[in-house]
């Protein structure tokens, strides 16, 4: 995807601050951070969503889930962290470019969804 601007990180052609790479992934930090630590884990192929996930991608989505602990001790999250991927509209996607979120605090993080009562 040539404008896709995930896309246009693994290519290098946006600078982003690359903390781990392979075959498959890519993982940088957030260009605009919810806390002190936020990195995303994207693949390299262009996917746009967990809902275009099938079986042909199970061994890059089984790399970029167990990257994010690994990265996550390496990003000094000594007492957790928090994943999410945001899927859709509805998920509050933005990119369109699969991306799991790693983010964590020194304090325990806020509750993602608030529940009415
Ligand atoms: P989404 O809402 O799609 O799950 O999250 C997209 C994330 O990508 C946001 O947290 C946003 O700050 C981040 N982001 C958007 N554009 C860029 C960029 O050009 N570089 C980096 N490093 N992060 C980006
Ligand atoms: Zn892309």
Redesign the pocket.
């Known amino acids: 995807m040539s404008d896709c ?2 896309c246009k ?1 693994v290519r290098k052609e ?1 600078p ?2 690359i903390i781990y790479e392979d075959q498959y992934c890519i993982a ?7 806390a002190p630590v ?1 990195f ?1 884990i994207i693949p390299k192929v262009h996917i746009v969503s967990l809902y275009e996930v099938d079986d042909a991608h199970q061994l890059t989505l089984g790399k970029m889930l167990g990257l994010a602990p690994k990265l996550a001790k390496q990003q000094g999250c000594e007492n957790g962290f928090r994943t ?3 899927t859709g509209e509805v ?6 470019h699969l ?1 799991i ?1 790693v983010i964590s605090s020194n304090n325990v993080l806020p509750a993602m969804i608030h529940r009415s009562q």
Request: glycine share 8%; net charge negative.
């Open positions: 601007i995930f990180i946006i982003a601050k940088f930090h957030d260009i605009n951070p919810a936020h995303l999410i991927i945001n998920g509050g996607q933005e990119v369109f991306h979120h």
